[in-house]
């Protein structure tokens, strides 16, 4: 039996699931130089280049995805054997999950969770990107990024922006509408051209580009966002939230983040949508979705979502 350097093996995978060697080494618990050393043992070993190099940036070649995908679950195998033979519960599930998501709409219900599954054991892995799925890293993940082969996935929920302020902004744009005669008696829709009379706060985080979200909000609007809007930039849509509570302008939320029907402070404007194309779905390995474990996981997921107003 000709085995490749064992010792490689979950050093590969990492790089392969984090697309960096500086980050592999950082969860590894080693140098990148000794990152770097094993991979090209491995590649030595194999007469095949598993990633492309480009500056601080790697990317796996075909060899390099062909062969994570019949590495990661079999590490991943010898994983869960180990924990079995030292006793760790099967109930223990790993959920990875971007980390807006988890803490204002997942974490608020995981009491819940705990109650009608108590045999259940959560441990939640918070993630500020959209990583490759693997075992190694969660036996199951909400995702934009669901789409990946052995895996299968759920939809929870369609992305949709919307506009909110805080009560006293509201009346601030009231009075200003009513006041140019805008607004019908009795309230009615908002048009989007009246919202550039105030201050618009914006989310880089959405769209990755700084006023972005805005822009395209008006164009769903059929409307233009004017050059000259007096629009203030945040990096994420909770800075742009708290903002908006302190009667500094309008933000735009999505139904995660935001339940305007509870909130004491931010009011939803009567005003159109932007579905952003993101989808929200639970995924896990097909080969794994019979599990008991999972699949309580998956069908409490769903059903928060429907309670949630987000699935039809």
């Known amino acids: ?132 799925m693997s075992e190694r890293l969660a036996d199951a993940f909400i995702t934009i990024r669901y789409r990946q082969r052995g895996y299968q996935s759920e939809r929870l929920y369609v992305e949709r922006l919307f506009a909110v302020c805080s009560r006293q902004y509201w009346q601030h744009i009231r009075d200003e509408l009513d006041e140019a005669g805008l607004r019908k008696k009795g309230g009615g829709p908002i048009r989007p051209e009246w919202l550039t009379r105030f201050t618009l706060l914006s989310a880089a985080s959405v769209f990755e580009r700084p006023g972005e ?24 849509m909770l800075l742009a939230h708290q903002a908006a509570r302190h009667h500094q302008g309008i933000a735009l939320s999505n139904d995660y983040m935001l339940d305007t029907a509870t909130d004491p402070d931010l009011v939803r404007l009567p005003a159109h949508e932007l579905e952003t194309g993101d989808e929200f779905h639970f995924a896990c390995k097909t080969s794994r979705a019979n599990e008991i474990g999972i699949r309580h996981l998956s069908r409490w997921l769903l059903k928060q979502a429907e309670a949630s107003g987000w699935k039809g």
Do not use: C, N
């Open 1 to 132: 039996m000709r085995l490749p350097p064992l010792r490689a093996l979950p050093v590969f995978e990492a790089v392969a699931r984090t697309l960096s060697f500086s980050a592999a080494a950082k969860e590894l618990h080693v140098t990148q130089s000794a990152v770097s050393h094993q991979i090209r043992q491995l590649e030595d070993h194999l007469g095949e280049t598993l990633f492309e190099r480009g500056g601080r940036r790697v990317a796996l070649t075909e060899q390099g995805e062909r062969y994570l995908e019949a590495v990661a679950p079999a590490l991943a195998q010898i994983e869960r054997a180990s924990e079995q033979l030292r006793g760790v519960s099967d109930s223990r599930i790993r959920l990875a999950v971007p980390s807006s998501f988890a803490v204002s709409w997942l974490i608020p219900r995981l009491q819940h969770l705990q109650r009608q599954h108590p045999e259940l054991d959560l441990d939640l892995e918070m993630l500020a990107d959209m990583p490759v």
């Open 213 to 236: 979200d805005w822009r395209r909000w008006f164009a769903a609007g059929d409307t233009k966002l004017p050059a000259d809007a007096h629009v203030q930039h945040f990096s994420h």
